[in-house]
């Protein structure tokens, strides 16, 4: 059964910055996309960052681009997100998901995610 646990929430001032982490029993983790969603109470669920299967290239959200870094080591079956600059509206639940395609193209839509984590709360205080 895949899992994808996240790590690394928590509360910070404006400003400041967090990684967060995610941890993926997916056997064959390097061939999958990951993305990270969040969402804010009241809110839909949106997507915040992407990176193909092999980490070459990523993707942002125009709101988290030049702040926010999204990478992975495959050998360690892990996804990060490096978040700097850390304003009041990125307060979230913030969830990875992996794409079940092997070595599929990008995609920035929740409803393409096949596989999701249970989220962890980032609190940005102004």
């Known amino acids: 059964q895949v899992q994808l646990v996240e790590s690394g929430g928590g509360l910070v001032q404006a400003g400041g910055s967090l990684t967060l982490s995610c941890t993926a029993s997916i056997r064959t983790f390097g061939e999958h996309g990951m993305n990270w969603f969040r969402q804010a109470p009241g809110q839909e669920r949106e997507f915040v960052a992407a990176?193909?299967?092999?980490?070459?290239?990523?993707f942002y959200a125009h709101s988290v681009e030049g702040r926010f870094t999204i990478s992975r080591d495959n050998a360690k079956n892990t996804l990060y997100l490096q978040m700097n600059s850390l304003k009041p509206e990125d307060t979230a639940v913030y969830y990875c998901?992996?794409?079940?395609?092997?070595?599929?193209?990008?995609?920035?839509?929740?409803?393409?995610?096949?596989?999701w984590g249970k989220g962890t709360l980032v609190t940005v205080s102004a």
């Open positions: 998901a992996a794409d079940g395609r092997v070595h599929g193209p990008p995609n920035i839509l929740p409803g393409g995610m096949d596989y």
């Open positions: 990176i193909t299967w092999s980490g070459d290239r990523a």
